[in-house]
Every structure is written in C-alpha cells, then in structure tokens.
Nanobody
Framework: QVQLVESGGGLVQAGGSLRLSCTSSESIANSDALGWFRQAPGKQRGLVAAISAAGVANYADSVEGRFTISRDNAKNTIYLQMNDLKPEDTALYLC???????WGHGTQVTVSS
C-alpha cells in the first residue's frame, strides 16, 4: 500500500507563506496526476492544485497566482508553495495520487487575520 505523508502546515498570519510537502513511499516518477486538496470544517473537499508527470500544473481560481505546485521525482515528493495566505485558506490540506486513489492524512493550515 502506497503511503503519502504531508508536512509543513502550521499557523501563519495573513500575508504570510508556507510550503507544504508530500512524500510518497514509492516512486512518483510516472505518477501523472498528483494533487493537493483542502477541506475546511463544514465544507466539501476541493482541488487546490494538480501536476502532471510532465510538470504541467493546474490551479483553482482562488489560489491562482499565490500558490505553486511542484514535484521532485528524485525525492518522491510534491510541494505546495503558498504565498500571500488569507484566512479563507484555512483548511486541512491533503495530497493525493488521483489516478491510483491514494490519499494522505493531511496537514492543517491555519491563517489568522
């Protein structure tokens, strides 16, 4: 069973930055749909950003221009650089291998105003 482990969450003030990491227990080199999702209390889980094996990235409109997804195949890790954070970005952030339906347990991001 593949394991995805997220890290890097925390408490930050509005306007601040965080970088999330998600490390897989297996090689991600051929994983074509890796992504970050988030879920706030009482809200549905939603896609934040996704990246293909070729490195093509897609973003939710709400984070476009502020967040950057990247991958390091040598480290079996994907990242989410989050800048200019807003209180509405507060959520549990989870990474996923969308094609194989693997999910991590998430890392909490809290943005104070």
């Amino acid at each position: 069973q593949v394991q995805l482990v997220e890290s890097g969450g925390g408490l930050v003030q509005a306007g601040g930055s965080l970088r999330l990491s998600c490390t897989s227990s297996e090689s991600i080199a051929n994983s074509d749909a890796l992504g970050w999702f988030r879920q706030a209390p009482g809200k549905q889980r939603g896609l934040v950003a996704a990246i293909s094996a070729a490195g093509v990235a897609n973003y939710a409109d709400s984070v476009e221009g502020r967040f950057t997804i990247s991958r390091d195949n040598a480290k079996n890790t994907i990242y989410l650089q989050m800048n200019d954070l807003k209180p509405e970005d507060t959520a549990l952030y989870l990474c996923a291998d969308l094609l194989n339906h693997y999910w991590g347990h998430g890392t909490q991001v809290t943005v104070s105003s």
